[in-house]
Nanobody, 115 residues
């Protein structure tokens, strides 16, 4: 079955960095786009970044220039490198894939940016 497992969250000071990982299994990894979303306290879940099949990427404006999404098709992992973190980046971060019309989500990983 399809599984998406996030890791790498934690507590970091403003200006710091974290790298999130999303390990995928149960589907043909190279045939689907994978995205990172986040849900900040009191807010709706929002798309942060997406990596497409052909290697293209897309980002929400608030993270452009600070976050980088990448994928390793051999290891079936999608990464989200987060630099220059701000308190407003505090959220639960989720990995997501739309596979054959079904939306799959990981369990989420907490990122807290605080001094």
């Amino acid at each position: 079955q399809v599984q998406l497992v996030e890791s790498g969250g934690g507590l970091v000071q403003p200006g710091g960095s974290l790298r999130l990982s999303c390990e995928a299994s149960g589907f043909t990894f190279t045939q689907y786009a994978i995205a990172w979303h986040r849900q900040r306290p009191g807010k709706e879940r929002e798309l942060v970044a997406r990596t497409f099949i052909g290697g293209g990427t897309g980002y929400v404006d608030s993270v452009k220039g600070r976050f980088t999404i990448s994928r390793n098709n051999v290891e079936k992992v999608v990464y989200l490198q987060m630099n220059s973190l701000k308190p407003e980046d505090t959220a639960v971060y989720y990995c997501q894939a739309l596979i054959d019309g079904v939306n799959y989500w990981g369990q989420g990983t907490q990122v807290t940016v605080s001094s």
